[in-house]
């Protein structure tokens, strides 16, 4: 199934006021908090987002370029994962839209960037 507008989930080490700022210009954006997924190790929180169809948005480089390869070496797919250098909620989600505006949901599968 063809996806237009890639959908975000947000690891609990990113600011909720991302998905709060992201909201009003129609993205789709959850967080882990808002889902009961607090405390889960990052292998959970991906295959949380895989399983509804959502990039991930995260702090943790290290540990989720070694998912990212995990997924590709096992040829698992996974909907995208941005990883973010730590910023102000607004500036990180200047950077984001710049994704969200350019990039469509099906063009982000297995797909990492870095902001």
Excluded: C
């Excluded at 237009?4 to 700022?21: N, P, Q």
């Excluded at 929180?45 to 590709?72: K, M, P």
Aim: hydrophobic share 45%; aromatic share 10%; no cysteine.
């Amino acid at each position: 199934m063809s996806k237009l507008f890639i959908e975000l989930y947000l690891d609990e080490d990113v600011s909720s006021l991302i998905a709060t700022l992201l909201r009003p210009r129609g993205f789709i954006a959850t967080t882990a908090r808002e889902e009961g997924q607090l405390g889960r190790d990052d292998s959970e929180q991906l295959a949380f987002a895989v399983a509804r169809g959502r990039a991930i948005l995260t702090h943790n480089r290290d540990d989720f370029v070694a998912l990212a390869n995990e997924y590709y070496a096992s040829e698992r797919e996974h909907f995208g994962i941005i990883v973010a250098r730590r910023r102000p909620p607004s500036e990180l989600v200047r950077w984001l839209i710049t994704i969200l505006d350019h990039v469509t949901a099906d063009e982000f599968q297995n797909q990492v960037r870095y902001i």
